[in-house]
């Protein structure tokens, strides 16, 4: 069955850096595009990043432009989010999701993603 699993969540002070993981199984990884989500706590779930399934193109959401960089690996059944200068407003879990289209683009809404993992905590604080 589909699986996603999240990890490299933590305690980070303001201006750090993590590094979030996504391995994947029980679906054709290479052929689908992966989003990361977030929430924090009486919040909406957010759109952070999503990458298309070859890795072409990336999305960001205003917020982390410039500070966050998504990535995948193929042939590790892997995408990366690797988040620099974090701010205490980047606390929340972040979630990865499979996008429900082609692979090739990318869907603007948490509608638009199937399968989900856990979740990891970020935790953004001084």
């Known amino acids: 069955q589909v699986q996603l699993v999240e990890s490299g969540g933590g305690l980070v002070q303001p201006g750090g850096s993590l590094r979030l993981s996504c391995a994947a199984s029980?679906?054709?990884?290479?052929?689908?595009?992966i989003g990361w989500f977030r929430q924090a706590p009486g919040k909406e779930r957010e759109g952070v990043s999503c990458?298309?399934?070859?890795?072409?193109?990336?999305y960001y959401a205003d917020s982390v432009k410039g500070r966050f960089t998504i990535s995948r690996d193929n042939a590790k059944n892997t995408v990366y989010l690797q988040m620099n200068s974090l701010k205490p407003e980047d606390t929340a879990v972040y979630h990865c999701?499979?996008?429900?289209?082609?692979?090739?683009?990318?869907?603007?809404?948490?509608?638009?993603?199937?399968?989900w993992g856990q979740g990891t905590q970020v935790t953004v604080s001084s």
């Open positions: 999701a499979t996008d429900r289209g082609f692979g090739s683009s990318c869907g603007t809404g948490s509608w638009e993603y199937d399968f």
């Open positions: 029980g679906f054709r990884f290479a052929e689908i595009a």
């Open positions: 990458i298309t399934y070859n890795g072409g193109t990336a």
